[in-house]
């Protein structure tokens, strides 16, 4: 059998009987644009046209005024850690252990919690500086996650 390797994440068809993968086309998702853009490597978020609140996740509507009127906007090249935990037992399937998980800030006043992969939790430190790393999922969709910063 062969190996995992993270770019073997998620659906095991053996555990999971439902797919935790978004979908991620116009016909099954609002705000399909992310997962493009991610697929060009970019980490986006939608800001608001009329008021101009950034958010995080992307949103069809204006949390403050309720505006339709959003644009995509992308995220900063790098975020910081600004806190992190180590799972060491009963991480998600195509995961290993020990896995480390993330507050990570951006300077665009966003925070995202996310697990860091390809990542050695001896080498994690608050400030550290992290970059997106996004994982091909089944069905053409993506994840992403993020790794420290070499
Ligand atoms: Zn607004």
């Known amino acids: 059998m062969k190996e995992k390797t993270t770019e073997d994440y998620i659906i095991d068809p053996d555990v999971y009987i439902c797919d935790p993968v978004p979908q991620q086309t116009p016909d099954q998702n609002m705000v ?44 900063p090249p790098t975020g910081k850690i600004y806190a992190f935990t180590v799972q060491v037992g009963g991480v998600p ?35 550290d500086e992290v970059v997106l790393k996004v994982v091909e999922a089944p069905r053409d969709r993506v994840l992403f996650f993020f790794k420290l910063k070499k």
């Open 32 to 75: 399909y644009p992310f997962y493009d853009h991610l697929r060009d490597n970019r980490l986006t978020t939608t800001r608001c046209k009329d008021c101009g609140h950034i958010t995080w996740p992307p949103k069809i509507v204006c949390t403050e005024c309720m505006s339709d009127q959003l644009e995509w906007e992308d995220f």
């Open 93 to 127: 399937p195509g995961f290993q252990a020990p896995l480390v998980y993330a507050l990570i800030d951006f300077d665009n006043d966003l925070r995202i919690i996310s697990p860091l992969i390809d990542t050695d939790p001896d080498d994690v430190h608050v400030g």
